[in-house]
T-cell receptor, first 116, second 115 residues
Framework: DVKVTQSSRYLVKRTGEKVFLECVQD?????MFWYRQDPGLGLRLIYF???????EKGDIPEGYSVSREKKERFSLILESASTNQTSMYLC???????????????FGNGTRLTVT | AQTVTQSQPEMSVQEAETVTLSCTYD???????LFWYKQPPSRQMILVIR??????QNATENRFSVNFQKAAKSFSLKISDSQLGDAAMYFC????????????FGTGTRLTIIP
């Protein structure tokens, strides 16, 4: 089974801190994604990556950056954490689209981040 | 831009009964995929079922089935013989059938199973 591991289940940070959320997958997936989940808003895509050192902005990239130095690891960075970034963060991975094959997303267990 | 709408924030059903969760979407594409994901209290998102838009036959996975109405842009999930383990948030999602396009999710429906 695919395993997507997020380094922290709960995290509490102070306003202005630089925050790193780490995600590792063990199935050699090319695609990796960071979503943010808020009540009433569902999941919104922050950033995604098709391959090492590649990144694409999602729907809500402001205030975030990402790093993908190795295929298995995709990091989400909050340069200067703010209270409105308090949320659940979900990492996911998948195989790339090839022809008619469609790989579903495999998710981690999420990191609940509180910024005070 | 594609949008996915789940108009039922919360639903409840008696154990062993059948429940239907609704989802509508907006797209100008003709080829795409639709998904239902389940998020139990453990927070692990799990794929429940998926549907290719070019297929007229509705997808079925054991007690889970969909009613896909392409013209109406509707994609509802039916859960038969509901079980306590079905209690979760359910998210409908859309993906274009092109390249490495991202999934667009709805806002979710929280399903409660009444014993």
């Amino acid at each position: 089974d695919v395993k997507v591991t997020q380094s922290s289940r709960y995290l509490v940070k102070r306003t202005g801190e630089k925050v790193f959320l780490e995600c590792v997958q063990d199935m050699d997936h090319e695609n990796m994604f960071w979503y943010r989940q808020d009540p009433g808003l569902g999941l919104r895509l922050i950033y995604f990556s098709y391959d090492v050192k590649m990144k694409e902005k999602g729907d809500i990239p402001e205030g975030y950056s990402v790093s993908r130095e190795k295929k298995e690891r995709f990091s989400l960075i909050l340069e200067s954490a703010s209270t409105n970034q308090t949320s659940m963060y979900l990492c996911a991975s998948s195989l790339p689209y090839r022809g008619s094959y469609n790989s579903p997303l495999h998710f981690g267990n999420g990191t609940r981040l509180t910024v005070t | 831009a594609q949008t996915v709408t789940q108009s039922q924030p919360e639903m409840s059903v008696q154990e062993a009964e059948t429940v239907t969760l609704s989802c509508t979407y907006d797209t100008s594409e003709s080829d795409y995929y639709l998904f239902w994901y389940k998020q139990p209290p453990s927070r692990q998102m799990i794929l429940v079922i998926r549907q290719e838009a070019y297929k007229q036959q509705n997808a079925t996975e054991n007690r889970f089935s969909v009613n896909f109405q392409k013209a109406a842009k509707s994609f509802s999930l039916k859960i038969s013989d509901s079980q306590l383990g079905d209690a979760a948030m359910y998210f409908c999602a859309y993906r274009r059938d092109f390249g490495n396009e991202k999934l667009t999710f709805g806002t979710g429906t929280r399903l409660t199973i009444i014993p």
